[in-house]
């Protein structure tokens, strides 16, 4: 992971919190994700930058932000940001978003059970048929992994 200088967050979370979410979605966030987290809610940071392949097939640029755990002044909240609504999908899971309010997520899709799912960017206002003809939001594949997204950012 590339070092991150912290403009601001909101203190540590317990831990417990943070297992009680993931118990609730059924799923197992990445290592590096909870130590992260657990120390700093709501996480913001000058390298929150990252490049990638926008739904045009061009390379785009967005700024990051963690989704904070409770409900703190100031910050979107983990709990309230999952859009389990027709236009979302089942296993994937939000936990930041971007400037023009697409999301940041983990995919556990293809692995219910994995602790180091993909990271993709759900795009709320662009949107493609499923196999069943009902439209969700479109998804763009940002990293592998959870590390992987952590070394792509920049300032």
């Known amino acids: 992971m590339n070092a991150i200088t912290i403009i601001s967050d909101y203190g540590e979370v317990n831990i417990d919190v943070i297992r009680d979410f993931e118990n609730s979605k059924q799923v197992e966030f990445p290592k590096k ?9 709501g996480l913001s940071f000058i390298e929150s930058w990252f490049n990638y392949i926008n739904y045009d097939g061009e ?5 990051f932000s963690f989704l904070a ?11 309230s940001s999952q859009d389990f609504d ?11 978003t971007v400037g023009n309010g697409d999301y940041i997520s983990f995919d556990y899709r293809s692995d219910l059970f ?3 799912p993909q990271i993709v960017m759900l795009l709320h206002d662009k949107y493609v048929e499923d196999e069943d003809g009902n439209l969700k939001m479109k998804i763009i594949k940002i990293a592998d992994n959870f590390n992987n997204f952590l070394d792509m950012l920049h300032s």
């Open 69 to 79: 755990y409770g409900n703190p002044i100031g910050s979107s909240s983990i709990e």
């Open 114 to 116: 994995s602790k180091d």
């Open 59 to 63: 390379i785009d640029e967005a700024s």
């Open 33 to 41: 994700y909870v130590d992260l987290i657990s120390k700093y809610n």
């Open 86 to 96: 027709i236009y979302s999908y089942n296993k994937i899971i939000n936990f930041g």
